[in-house]
């Protein structure tokens, strides 16, 4: 695929994959296929029919601009018993001109670190992405689409839910709470696991240890991790011998609920 993306930057065109297993691969230009009208006549005709009358199907014209020109440019590649890929048929031909718009190609929507800093300034002030795409246009920054605006602010939102969960951590730590936490082995060093517990209900369980409860309760929160709650039960507390109370002692966020992290 590196080779391909080498190609796409030299032609100024875009190659796509339709097909891509170990056996065999085609590629087809990004402007390949036909645009599909999906509104049928039949139900336009439901409510236009007369008389048990139906209308033909009809197409409907599309006003806006489209990327899809029916270009025949493509290359299919397989493989036999083992040997190498190699190219069975091709077409290196297209029927359209070149976009002069190069916001119809991602390659070139690439943004700079002076404008993605920019993007991130208005995402830290909740700014929706209509603002932040105008705010841009206004500053000079046309090579970029709603749509990519909309796929940072979803990535920058993961972001946040980790900065959640370390704020999370800090309070329970300036609140006294022995906190232990994990991360997992993933590039935006996400929490996978945080327990905490506080002295108190330590000193009262180490007094009564006869009796201790541990409940999981599941997706409770965005980040989806699993609630282990652990408490105990004493008597001591209530009106009577024979009454039960339960008091917390600990809780833990877990994302994987294996042997290892129970114990």
């Not at 036909?34 to 039949?42: G, I, L, M, S, V």
């Not at 077409?91 to 920019?118: F, G, Q, V």
Request: with cysteine; charged share 25%; proline share 2%.
């Amino acid at each position: 695929m590196s080779n391909i993306n080498n190609i796409n930057n030299t032609n100024d065109f875009v190659i796509a994959s339709k097909t891509l297993k170990n056996s065999c691969i085609k590629l087809i230009c990004k402007h390949s296929g036909k645009y599909r009208d999906t509104r049928k006549a039949k139900k336009v005709a439901s409510k236009t029919s007369v008389m048990g009358e139906t209308l033909f199907e009809w197409e409907r014209k599309r006003k806006k601009d489209m990327q899809k020109h029916g270009c025949p440019c493509f290359m299919y590649a397989n493989t036999k018993k083992g040997r190498k890929l190699t190219v069975r048929s091709h077409e290196a031909e297209h029927n359209h001109p070149i976009e002069e718009d190069h916001r119809a190609y991602a390659m070139y929507c690439k943004l700079s670190s002076e404008t993605m800093a920019l993007v991130v300034k208005h995402l830290e002030n909740n700014d929706d992405v209509s603002t932040i795409f105008n705010s841009l246009k206004i500053n000079g920054y046309t090579n970029i689409v709603c749509h990519d605006i909309a796929n940072i602010k979803q990535h920058f939102g993961k972001l946040e839910k980790g900065k959640e969960m370390f704020d999370f951590i800090t309070t329970l730590q300036d609140l006294d709470f022995h906190v232990r936490y994990s991360v997992g082995n993933t590039e935006d060093n996400q929490v996978n696991m945080v327990f905490f517990v506080h002295q108190d209900v330590i000193n009262e369980a180490q007094r009564m240890p006869e009796t201790v409860i541990i409940d999981a309760t599941y997706k409770t929160n965005s980040h989806q991790m699993t609630y282990v709650n652990i408490v105990g039960t004493s008597n001591m507390s209530g009106n009577s011998c024979t009454t039960l109370k339960m008091y917390p002692i600990a809780g833990a966020w877990v994302e994987h609920e294996t042997e290892e992290n129970y114990l």
